[in-house]
Structures are given as structure tokens and as C-alpha cells.
């Protein structure tokens, strides 16, 4: 080993809020926060869907529940999550596939999943809850 190799600084500690983590390693770290959420999410999100099926009474419950503007909140919260988790997970696709790896490239496509996942969020979250 070279000498510079040795001497280079390394950190002392790791804390998360100090470390300034490239584009790419952000969006990877918000792919599995997406995946984690919508995964513990997917009991009352299962317990909405069966409840609008159940009968007429019960959809109307469920939809008053979505009208509460909390709810309409974390409902836009799992939109985000489910889109960027996907969007993500086929830049993952491609990486795995050995396409991207160069730095200018992983960096484009990270702007690209968070501006794409971003836009359909409000586009699709925009024509779910204003509109309908």
C-alpha cells in the first residue's frame, strides 16, 4: 500500500446527518424508506379496499374516511412512496443489468427518478383528490 493511502482521513464516526451522501445513494436509501412504508402500510390499505367492497354502507364509511383531509394526506404519502419505489426499482433493473454505472449516468438517472416520481405524484394525486 502507498503511504497517501494510509495517511488519507477517514471518518470517525457515521452519522447520517453529517455525511453528505451523493444523489444516487439518496435515492436508493428513499427506495427502501418507499418500500418499508408501503409494506407496513399494506394492512390498512387492504382493510380500505375490502371495506369499499364490502357493501353500500360500508363504501360510504370508506369514503368518508378518504375525505378526511389526514387520511387524504397519507394516501398522497403512499402515492409518492409507490411511484418512486417503482420508478426506482427499474433504474435498479438497469443498474443490475450493468447499464448506468458510470457516475454521470447513475446521477442523471436519479434526477430523472425523483423529478419523473415527483411529477406523477402530483399529476396522479392532483386528478385523485382535487378532482374526484
Known sequence: MS??????PRPKHL????IRQPLPAFVSILHRVSGAGLFIMLPVLLWLFGTSLGSPESATAAV???ANPLVKLI???LLWAYLHHFCA????LFLDM????????A????????????????????????LG
Open 64 to 66: 368518508e374516511c378518504v
Open 107 to 130: 446521477r442523471m438517472t436519479s434526477w430523472i427518478v425523483l423529478g419523473v416520481s415527483l411529477m406523477l405524484t402530483v399529476l396522479i394525486g392532483a386528478r385523485l383528490f382535487l
Open 98 to 105: 450493468h447499464k448506468g454505472l458510470d457516475l454521470a449516468t
Open 75 to 77: 394516501l398522497f404519502g
Open 15 to 18: 452519522d447520517l446527518m453529517v
Open 89 to 92: 426499482g427499474i433504474r435498479f
Open 3 to 8: 503511504e497517501t493511502a494510509i495517511k488519507k
